[in-house]
């Protein structure tokens, strides 16, 4: 009977340690592999285009995310789908160590406080204001290409 209840409580307590053990599998969880340029759509090649020449060259990772992008692009304003691809085209110029620095940087804001970010912000905001008005102010025309309001050109004859 001894025997009995000892090996019984040898194996409650193999299986109880069992259950509590850590799994020795290092498994990571993957993303699953993502389609290449070929595979895409003519319509995600048409969203996704400034990211052309590198698209086989990004992990699953970056292409899921940049699909899913795709995905909400047909959701935005005009206005927004411009910005987008700017931004598109922007990134895909970006060396790899400017990549990782402007990633390290995005990670760095989101660590701030909530107060500190609403500045960072509100500094970005009036950045890019500027920057716009910079950008008008080049594309209107010089003061001299302009014509008097008074001439005609039947006044020169």
Request: one cysteine or more; hydrophobic letters at 35%.
């Amino acid at each position: 009977m001894a025997k009995k209840l000892a090996g019984a409580l040898i194996a409650a307590l193999c299986i109880g340690a069992a259950a509590h053990a850590t799994p020795t599998s290092t498994a990571v969880i993957a993303t699953p592999p993502q389609p290449s340029w070929a595979s895409l759509s003519v319509e995600q090649k048409t969203i996704l285009s400034p990211l052309g020449n590198e698209w086989d060259r990004l992990d699953n990772t970056r292409r899921k995310k940049w699909l899913a992008i795709a995905e909400r692009y047909k959701r935005m304003t005009p206005t927004e789908q411009t910005r987008l691809q700017d931004k598109m085209r922007d990134w895909a110029m970006l060396s790899p160590e400017q990549r990782l620095a402007a990633r390290e940087r995005f990670k760095e804001f989101n660590q701030l406080p909530p107060e500190e970010r609403e500045n960072v912000k509100q500094k970005w905001q009036e950045y890019r204001q500027q920057k716009d008005e910079e950008q008008r102010r080049k594309a209107e025309p010089a003061g001299g290409d302009t014509v008097p309001a008074n001439t005609t050109p039947e006044a020169g004859k």
